[in-house]
């Protein structure tokens, strides 16, 4: 069992940007006009471009 905090070893940094992203991206593009995918997507993209800045 995992404990709060502990990052699973399957998660990626851009995991977790993409879930840092993801509330961004439910406010900005409306849930209701979008699909649970199309938000995910758009959470991984602007996950690739943090990964991006990084470098």
């Not at 905090?5 to 995991?15: A, H, I, M």
């Not at 993409?18 to 602007?46: D, F, G, H, I, S």
Request: glycine share 2%.
């Amino acid at each position: 069992m995992s404990h709060l905090g502990q990052v699973p070893k399957s998660e990626t940094l851009r995991d977790r940007f993409a879930m840092a992203a993801l509330p961004a991206v439910v406010q900005l593009w409306e849930p209701r006009r979008n699909t649970p995918k199309r938000m995910a997507e758009r959470a991984y993209e602007m996950a690739d471009a943090m990964m991006e800045a990084r470098k």
